[in-house]
């Protein structure tokens, strides 16, 4: 499995992103994979997961302001997110697993990130 993320940038605070990350070797369907971040400072962050058993919750800190999709087409699993505060500054990455449930992926593939800035 290998994934790659696209569409970090530098914006405003109040303004929007799309993030994507392009899935090989696993249907997005099939398997568990999920948006995370690192802000500098802080330890690594679960954005949200997707699985076979539906998709988890999303995290506190970006609740009301991300929608997470996947994309059957082009194979990505895709972030949007509004509303963003210059908190969200930081890496965020794509991981992704051939296992269906993601209790069991214990060793998913990570994508090297895209750096999101944003500015007051």
């Known amino acids: 499995v290998r994934v790659a993320e696209s569409g970090g940038g530098s914006v405003q605070a109040g303004g929007s992103l799309r993030l994507s990350c392009s899935v090989s070797g696993v249907f997005v369907g099939r398997g568990c994979m999920g948006w995370f971040r690192q802000s500098p400072g802080k330890a690594r962050e679960q954005i949200q997961t997707v699985s076979t058993s539906g998709y988890s919750s999303v995290a506190e800190s970006m609740k009301g302001r991300v929608a997470m999709s996947i994309d059957i087409v082009k194979n990505t699993l895709d972030l949007r997110m509004n509303a963003l505060k210059p908190e969200d500054t930081g890496m965020y990455y794509c991981?992704?697993?051939?296992?269906?449930?993601?209790?069991?992926?214990?060793?998913?593939?990570w994508g090297q990130g895209t750096q999101v800035t944003v500015s007051s």
């Open positions: 991981a992704a697993s051939d296992k269906h449930l993601c209790k069991d992926a214990a060793n998913p593939s």
